[in-house]
C-alpha cells in the first residue's frame, strides 16, 4: 500500500505483531542479542516478516526496536549496519503484499533528567542516528514505540521531525491503573504527541486488548480528529511458563470493541503471531472504522498533571523578579534553590500552573529560563506559563519542556507574532496574546478587542487552534486609570464570547499604589470571573484570594460536591492559622511542617540544597542516628506510601530520595568528623540480567534502596550469571535484586537464580520487571517478586531490618 493510504480511513489499516517471541520460537539463543538477527539469521527474520505481509499487515516493523547505540555497544556492528540490514529483511519481505515498512524504534533503556541520568539532547542525539540510518535505508514512516517517558518520547519526535521527513507514528504503554511507569497521563501523552507534530497515535503491550480499551477510548476523545488512532495490545496477560492467555480467536474477539471507537489501526504485540493478524484481518476488513469525535479543550499539562482549562484557573505569579529583590539576587547568582521552593509553596497553596519569567537586566535570559524550567521540572508537576518574548529564550526552554506549556506571550505587532508564533506550533505550546501593539494600550474595549482578533487570525494561521490561544486584556492601574477596568472586563467578556478563545488577566495589576490591596484585587477578581477570565495571574499564598476562587467555583457548579472547598476549609480556623502565616512567609520550606521539622518537610518536597540545609542544622542539635530515624526515613515512607497509593508517582519518588541522599551526605560527615564508625543495614546485590540493557527500574531500586541506609553493590546491566554469583560469595549479600524487562531475556533471569542455588548461597532472590508477574517469578525460583521500586525497600526491611 502507499503511505498515504494509511491516513484516508476508508478501511482498517492493520499492523503486525510480535517480534521477540517469534524469534525466540524460530530459534533465537539465550543471550543472543534480538537486533542482530538481520545479520546473524536473515532468513529467519525475513520469514517472519513474510508470514506477517502474508497474514494481511499492512505495515511491517522492521526488526530495529533496540539497534541504538546504547544497546549495540560491544556487538561489533554499526547502528547504520544493523539498521539497514534490517530494514532490508522487511523490505523483502513486503515485496509480494505491497506492504510498507516502518523504521520501529523503542525506548533507550535509561531515564532522562532529572529522573535519570541521561541528557534530554543526548537521548536526542541517539535517536537521530537511528532515524537518519532507517531514512538512508529506505523506511516508509518512524514507530516509537513502548515508551513510557513523555520527555523521552518529546526527544524521539524531535529527532525524528529533525532529521527525515517520513511520517512519524507514536504509541506509549500504559499499565493497569491507566499511567504508564513513569506516571504520564493517557491526556498527557496525546496532547504532547500531536502537538509535536505525531501523525499517528496509538498504545501498545504491556496489557491485552480488554485492559488496553478505556485507555484507547481516552486517546480517541484527547487527540485531534485529523490524527489517526492505532492499537497493538499483548496476546492478552501473560502465564506463569512465559506464554499469554489469549489465542487468535479469543484476541480477535477482544479487539473487535475497537471498531466502534475511533482506532482505525490494529495490530498486536506480545505474544502474538502471525495467526493471531490473520485472524484480526479476517474480523475487520469487513468494517469500516467509525468516526473519532474528540473533545475540543483547553489544557496545559506535564507528564503526570493535566490541567484542563475549562473554568477558573490560577497561575501562580512568585516566579518573576518584578519587584521581588530576592528572586533577583537568585537568578544573577544561577541559584535555583529560591524559585524551587516558590514553585513548591505556590503549588501547595492551590496554583494549577506556575508563571515563570527570567527577564532581568544583566542576565542571559535564554540560559536563565533554559536551567529554570529544567530546575522547575525536577520538584513540581505543574504545568508552566513561559513569560518572555524573547524568542530565542522561548526556543531553548520549549525545546526542553517535558509537556505542554503556554507561552506568555505575543502582542498585536506582526514582527512579534512572525517570530514567536510558528515556535508555539513547533512545540505545540498555547500561547497568550496581549492586547496591545506599536500604539500601546488601547484604552477602550473596542480597540482591545480589535488587537485580539488580529491575533487569534494570526495564530490560526499559523496552525494554533483557538482552543490554545488566551487574550490578556491588560490589567490598568485603577489609581491612575479608573475607567479602564470596565474596559478590561468588557473587552475580556467580547473575546470569550465572540472569538472562543480562553483569557488570562495579571489580576494584582489593579491595585498597584492604593493601600489595602487585597480588597480591590479580591473584588476584581470576582469581577473578571464573572465576566469570563479563565487564567487569573495571582498570589496563590493570598489567602483571600484564593478563598474567592473556591467560593467561585463551588456557585458555578465547577468543584463538583464542593469537593476541593471541603478539603481546604474543613477546619477553617486552622487553615486560616497557616494560610496566613505561609502569606506573611512565602515559601519558607519546613514552615508547616509538623513539628517544625524542616528536614522531613524539604525531603517530602524533594528539595535538595533545602534538604541539605535542614541536615546541617539538625546536626547541630540531634545525633545523627536521630536525624535519621525521626526525620529522614519517615520523609521517605510519606513518599513511599503516596507513591503505593497512587498520589505520588516515580518523578516524586525519585526527587524525595535525592534529597534524602543530599541530607545523608551532611551526616555522613558528621559522623566522619566525630570518628565514629558508619554501619549498614545490610549488603544487597542487585543487577539486571545477560542479554537485557534496561536498566531504569533496576537503578530506581539502588537509589531508594541506598536512601533507607543499604549497602547496595550495583553490578549494572547485561549481567553474566557468574558474576552475580561471584558478588554474592565476596560481599556476603543476604539479598540479591534482579531485573529484566523483556521477554528475551527472562530465562536468563532463571539461569542466574539457578546459578545461585547451585552455588549454595546463604541469600533471598527478589525480581522485578514489566514482564513479569508473581506466578511467574515463582515459576523461575525467585524467592520475591517486587512490583516496584518502593516494594523492593519493604521487603529489604522486612529481610534485613
Known amino acids: 500500500m502507499q503511505i498515504r493510504e494509511v491516513f484516508d480511513r476508508k478501511r482498517f489499516v492493520f499492523l503486525d505483531g510480535g517480534m521477540g517471541t517469534q524469534l525466540q520460537a524460530r530459534g533465537l539463543q539465550p543471550g543472543q542479542k534480538p537486533e542482530l538477527a538481520a545479520l546473524e539469521m536473515p532468513e529467519v527474520l525475513t520469514a517472519i516478516h513474510t508470514d506477517y505481509a502474508n497474514a494481511g499487515a499492512d505495515i511491517l516493523l522492521a526488526n530495529t526496536f533496540g539497534a541504538n547505540a546504547k544497546k549495540l555497544t560491544g556487538c561489533g556492528h554499526t547502528v547504520e549496519e544493523v539498521v539497514s540490514a534490517s530494514i532490508a529483511c522487511a523490505r523483502k519481505a513486503a515485496e509480494t503484499t505491497g506492504a510498507c515498512v516502518a523504521l520501529d524504534i523503542g525506548p533507550l533503556g535509561e531515564l532522562l533528567v532529572p529522573a535519570g541520568t541521561l541528557a534530554f539532547e543526548d537521548a536526542y542525539n541517539e535517536f537521530a542516528q537511528v532515524i537518519r540510518a532507517g531514512a538512508a535505508a529506505g523506511a516508509d514512516l518512524v514507530f516509537l514505540e513502548t515508551m513510557t517517558d513523555l520527555y523521552e518520547l518529546k526527544a524521539a519526535i524531535l529527532a525524528a521531525r529533525e532529521n527525515c521527513n517520513l511520517p512519524v507514528f507514536t504509541s506509549m504503554s500504559f499499565e493497569s491503573r ?156 544561577g541559584d535555583s534553590a529560591y524559585p524551587c521552593t516558590q514553585a513548591v509553596a505556590q503549588a501547595e497553596a492551590g496554583a494549577q500552573v506556575l508563571d515563570v519569567n527570567a527577564g532581568l537586566p544583566g542576565i542571559d535570559e535564554a540560559a536563565t529560563l533554559e536551567q529554570l524550567v529544567k530546575d522547575l521540572q525536577a520538584v513540581t508537576d505543574l504545568p508552566l506559563q513561559l513569560d518572555s518574548s524573547n524568542p530565542e529564550a522561548l526556543s531553548r526552554a520549549l525545546r526542553i519542556y517535558n509537556g505542554k506549556p503556554i507561552v506568555n506571550s505575543v502582542n498585536g505587532e506582526p514582527e512579534t507574532l512572525e517570530k514567536i508564533l510558528p515556535l508555539c506550533k513547533k512545540y505545540g505550546a498555547a500561547v497568550v496574546g496581549l492586547a496591545l501593539d506599536k500604539g500601546g494600550i488601547p484604552p477602550t474595549a473596542e480597540g482591545r478587542f480589535a488587537i485580539a482578533q488580529r491575533i487569534v487570525a494570526a495564530a490560526n494561521a499559523a496552525g494554533i487552534p483557538n482552543e490554545d490561544i488566551y487574550i490578556d486584556c491588560l490589567t490598568l492601574t485603577a489609581s491612575a486609570q479608573q475607567e479602564g477596568a470596565v474596559q478590561t472586563l468588557e473587552a475580556l467578556s467580547r473575546c470569550k464570547r465572540e472569538l ?24 476584581f477578581l470576582t469581577m473578571a470571573m464573572s465576566a469570563g477570565l479563565d487564567l487569573a495571574i495571582m498570589n496563590p499564598n493570598t489567602p483571600e484570594m484564593m478563598a474567592a476562587v473556591r467560593a467561585y467555583r463551588v456557585l458555578t457548579s465547577q468543584d463538583l460536591q464542593s469537593t476541593d472547598y471541603v478539603a481546604a476549609y474543613a477546619d477553617v480556623q486552622i487553615q486560616t492559622t497557616q494560610t496566613s502565616k505561609s502569606a506573611a512567609t512565602v515559601a519558607e520550606v519546613g514552615a508547616a511542617a509538623p513539628g517544625g521539622d524542616a528536614l522531613f518537610e524539604a525531603v517530602r518536597r524533594g528539595l535538595k540544597a533545602e534538604a541539605r540545609a535542614a541536615a546541617d542544622a539538625a546536626l547541630t542539635m ?180
Open 178 to 333: 491507566g499511567r504508564t511507569f513513569t506516571g504520564c497521563t493517557v491526556e498527557s501523552y496525546a496532547v504532547t504527541a500531536a502537538g509535536l507534530g505525531a501523525d499517528a497515535v496509538g498504545i501498545n503491550c504491556s496489557l491485552g486488548p480488554k485492559e488496553i480499551l478505556p485507555f484507547a477510548q481516552r486517546l480517541c476523545r484527547s487527540v485531534p480528529a485529523g490524527v489517526p488512532v492505532f492499537v497493538k495490545p499483548n496476546a492478552g496477560l501473560p502465564n506463569p511458563d512465559g506464554s499469554y492467555n489469549l489465542d487468535p480467536d479469543e484476541f480477535a474477539a477482544e479487539m473487535k470493541e475497537y471498531a466502534a471507537i475511533g482506532v482505525s489501526m490494529v495490530g498486536g504485540c506480545c505474544g502474538t503471531t502471525p495467526a493471531f493478524i490473520a485472524r484480526l484481518h479476517e474480523t475487520f476488513s469487513p468494517l469500516t472504522p467509525a468516526d473519532k469525535i474528540p473533545i475540543r479543550r483547553s489544557c496545559l499539562c506535564t507528564p503526570v498533571r493535566f490541567v484542563e482549562v475549562n473554568g477558573i484557573t490560577v497561575v501562580g505569579e512568585r516566579i518573576n523578579p518584578t519587584g521581588k529583590k530576592r528572586l533577583q539576587q537568585a537568578l544573577r547568582d
Open 500 to 523: 472562543g478563545v480562553r483569557t488570562v488577566l495579571g489580576v494584582s495589576n489593579i491595585s498597584f499604589g492604593l493601600p489595602c490591596r487585597g480588597y480591590l484585587n479580591t473584588t
Open 622 to 801: 540531634r545525633e545523627p542516628l536521630d536525624v535519621v530515624n525521626v526525620s529522614l526515613i519517615p520523609a521517605l515512607d510519606a513518599v513511599g506510601d503516596g507513591f503505593e497509593k497512587g498520589t505520588v508517582f516515580l518523578p516524586q519518588l525519585l526527587q524525595a530520595a535525592t534529597a534524602a541522599q543530599a541530607a545523608f551526605e551532611a551526616i555522613k560527615a558528621k559522623i566522619a568528623a566525630s570518628g565514629q564508625a558508619q554501619g549498614s543495614k545490610g549488603k544487597i546485590v542487585i543487577a539486571t540480567v545477560k542479554g537485557d540493557v534496561h536498566d531504569i527500574g533496576k537503578n530506581i531500586v539502588r537509589v531508594i534502596l541506598e536512601n533507607y541506609g543499604y549497602d547496595v553493590l550495583d553490578l549494572g546491566r547485561d549481567v553474566d550469571p557468574e558474576r552475580v554469583v561471584e558478588a554474592v560469595r565476596q560481599t556476603g549479600a543476604k539479598l540479591v535484586g534482579l531485573s529484566a524487562l523483556m521477554t528475551t531475556t527472562v530465562p536468563n533471569m532463571q539461569a542466574t537464580i539457578e546459578a545461585l542455588h547451585a552455588a549454595h548461597l546463604d541469600c533471598k532472590v527478589m525480581v522485578g520487571g514489566a514482564v513479569l508477574t508473581p506466578d511467574y517469578a515463582r515459576d523461575i525460583g525467585a524467592d520475591y517478586y517486587c512490583k516496584d521500586a518502593k516494594a523492593s525497600a519493604d521487603l529489604a526491611k522486612q529481610l534485613l531490618g
